[in-house]
């Protein structure tokens, strides 16, 4: 047992010690604080406990989505790519703004973001033709994927997406966020409760279709660090460079949109209507064009209209009596219909008005509460409310009703085997060569 002069010797000699080893490495020991975000406190989600997320595509549409998504505690946006310059200048600022650092890392390939292992999930808000390639290439690379609307510019380019999806194990959300909306939901609830009594006839209101097979002039291509063109067109067939479809002249050609556009809509409205049918596991069978829109047939009878609105902001079609808002539709019961759109109002026939009226403020274009959805289901690994399912059904029902309009006659469709029946012409255009080498087979 040491003396208490011991003892004192040897913890001088350790106070010693520690004095010399810190002059001589020029440091000073000073306590350790933990921000109490770190821990996932004050309000705070923990780093642990977060969604991680790359964005591809930062378009009107990519700024939006980032817009709402961006206040969620509970997910860090990290990385963002596009293949223009401003762009993704652009949304790192709207990161790095949001989050009060300089941590957001701009990128102009996409596989930069999708090597990167610590990312969870990926908000795909590419123009149309990368939406189905490029989701199917972040679930391969294993992560989850919200992806906007339309998914994909064929029928084949739909099977695929879904079929990925399963393939890998990913949780995937279209944003059809419509069916997150509760004007929307409330009518889905009435069509399906019976209080419509039995419904008969649905309408989605979808654009007039429009399609170009022609090119804007050549322009000399800019650097690539500026615009990278040949990874802009992706999938798509080569084409002289235009300033103008950066801008949003792409939409209505028919190498950069498909199905004529019906989709810009129809995604929309074609699938609230696959919902108040019970729908989802199904389509409808018939498709028949005719000057005012398409109109289907479900196995169980009920008629589905597809209306064309030429203008979303003009006249609305005979059928739609009301002021709605934008996307709006109409289901029709024995005892009474409903409808409703953008703008939240609920309209019913007069047998329902004094006990049905509701009327909901929150707009049926917001994507919160469907990002929200998506999130939770990251967690939870279950099915997103616009899950791959419901999504290939809704999809794939646009192209066939599309293919009436641009074949001009009646098309039958078979919806277990998803191919057209005995129609050899149909089924030729459910799908398109791409260019090398974006290939769907991943």
């Given amino acids: 047992m040491k003396s208490s002069s011991q003892q004192s010797q040897s913890r001088i000699s350790r106070r010693r010690f520690l004095k010399r080893s810190l002059a001589a490495s020029g440091t000073l020991a000073v306590p350790c604080f933990v921000p109490a975000r770190a821990l996932g406190r004050a309000g705070t989600v923990a780093p642990s406990e977060r969604i991680v997320v790359g964005v591809i595509g930062h378009g009107p549409r990519g700024r939006y989505d980032l817009s709402v998504m961006l206040p969620e505690k509970d997910v860090q946006f990290v990385a963002v790519c596009d293949v223009q310059r401003d762009r993704r200048r652009r949304a790192k600022e709207m990161v790095d703004t949001h989050y009060g650092n300089q941590d957001c890392t701009m990128h102009r390939d996409m596989f930069e973001v999708l090597d990167r292992p610590d990312i969870d999930a990926m908000l795909i808000a590419t123009g149309d033709r990368w939406h189905a390639l490029a989701s199917i290439l972040a ?43 509760e004007n929307f939901q409330y009518a889905a609830y009435l069509a399906q409760s019976g ?49 103008l479809y950066l801008q949003g002249r792409w939409r209505g050609h028919y190498d950069f949109e498909g199905a004529a556009n019906f989709l810009d809509w129809g995604a929309h409205t074609l699938d609230l209507c696959q919902w108040a049918n019970q729908s989802d596991h199904t389509m409808p069978i018939e498709y028949e064009a005719n000057k005012d829109g398409i ?21 609305r079609s005979p059928q739609y009596r009301t002021s709605t ?19 939240g109002e609920i309209v019913l026939s007069e047998s329902l008005v004094k006990t049905q009226a509701r009327r909901f403020k929150k707009p049926g274009t917001s994507a919160a509460g469907h990002g929200r959805n998506f999130f939770d289901c990251v ?58 080498p974006w290939s769907f087979n991943v």
């Fill in 295 to 315: 109109i289907g047939r479900y196995a169980n009878g009920v008629k589905l209209v597809c209306d064309f609105l030429p203008d979303p902001f003009g006249d």
């Fill in 379 to 436: 967690k939870s690994r279950a099915l997103p409310v616009c899950n791959q399912n419901i999504m290939r059904r809704s999809h794939i029902a646009c192209f066939a009703a599309e293919m009436s309009w641009e074949l001009g006659r009646k098309v039958t469709f078979d919806p277990v085997k998803e191919r057209f029946v005995n129609d050899a012409e149909a089924n030729r255009r459910i799908s398109r060569a791409t260019r090398e």
């Fill in 139 to 181: 679930m391969k690379a294993g992560k989850d994927v919200y992806s906007e609307k339309p998914c994909g510019m064929t029928i084949r380019e739909i099977q695929a997406l879904a079929e990925a999806v399963d393939r890998y194990g990913r949780v995937f959300q279209a944003g059809t966020q419509r069916r997150s909306q």
């Fill in 195 to 243: 209080i419509l009594g039995r419904l008969h006839t649905l309408h989605a209101s979808v654009y007039v279709p429009r399609r170009t097979y022609d090119w804007l002039p050549a322009e000399p291509e800019p650097p690539r660090e500026v615009c990278d063109w040949d990874r802009w067109l992706g999938p798509s067939p080569w084409r002289p460079f235009n300033k």
């Fill in 325 to 343: 808002g934008t996307c709006p539709v109409r289901y029709i019961g024995d005892e009474g219909w409903v409808e409703t759109g953008d703008n």
